[in-house]
């Protein structure tokens, strides 16, 4: 073994071709691991880019699903608001006896729940601590609509007296309900928007304060109409006794959201 390697070592030209050879390998295998080593810091690079991106489209989407859920929210409070501030008239003792007692009684559908007719589609976007109550309160609705159209029917029509007040009386409590159930359905939107930091204190402020004073402002209007021309709304007149009855049971009985 010695013998070989002091041959080697005595030859220049072979020395410095086990030199160039090992180097040769040395630079392979050096190439080598850098393209593997590159490779993988490429590809986890890439997979750690495409996590990222995944990442910030799901935060986009549920930015955009949080929004979507606010505007909901902000548009069902406003329908809601607005329709159940008024029925503490409506229901007042009363006008439920007026209401119960009318043999002819004369009732208008509310029918212009347009927001949330626009947002059907998209309820099942919103949390199930709101779209219960929403639910329900908008059913509700839609079955005093359904006992305002029977009123006009021809066999409600030709039903005796007592059957008629009956009915009357089933469609004030049918209100009832529709009055309780949009509480809770604000309730439960006043408190996702809380939780939101959306704010509804201006718009129900604004919205209560307007249907206060538009109830005192139309009382007062119609107290003077009455003063001044009693026969026209009394039940004497040739028409007054239509007129005013209808007009009447039509505000107490027929708006029943209070619009």
Do not use: C
């Not at 008024?86 to 229901?91: I, K, P, R, S, V």
């Not at 007040?165 to 009832?176: E, G, L």
């Not at 021309?229 to 505000?251: F, H, V, Y």
């Amino acid at each position: 073994m010695d013998n070989r390697w002091s041959s080697v070592l005595a030859n220049p030209d072979v020395f410095d071709a086990l030199i160039g050879g090992a180097a040769t390998i040395v630079a392979a295998v050096l190439a080598t691991f850098t393209g593997v080593l590159t490779y993988v810091l490429t590809q986890r690079g890439e997979r750690n880019r495409e996590r990222e991106e995944r990442r910030a489209e799901i935060a986009r989407a549920e930015k955009a699903r949080n929004e979507r859920v606010g505007d909901m929210v902000r548009a069902l409070h406003a329908e809601i608001l607005s329709a159940i501030v008024l029925t503490d008239d409506q229901l007042r003792p009363e006008e439920i006896a007026y209401a119960i007692g009318q043999a002819t009684p004369f009732a208008t559908p509310d029918e212009t729940d347009f927001v949330f007719e626009s947002l059907v589609d998209d309820l099942s976007i919103l949390p199930s601590e709101i779209i219960h109550d929403v639910v329900a309160y908008y059913r509700a609705a839609k079955q005093t609509n359904l006992m305002i159209h029977d009123m006009r029917d021809p066999l409600f029509l030709g039903q005796a007296a007592a059957e008629k007040a009956k009915y009357n009386a089933n469609f004030i409590a049918m209100v009832w309900v529709l009055r309780r159930r949009g509480e809770n359905a604000r309730k439960a939107l006043e408190s996702y928007a809380a939780d939101a930091g959306i704010d509804f204190r201006q718009g129900i402020e604004s919205v209560e304060r307007g249907a206060r004073a538009a109830l005192e402002e139309s009382a007062k209007a119609i107290a003077d109409a009455t003063a001044s021309a009693p026969n026209s709304l009394s039940d004497d007149g040739a028409n007054g006794s239509t007129q005013g009855r209808n007009l009447r049971s039509k505000r107490n009985i027929g708006v029943r959201k209070g619009k």
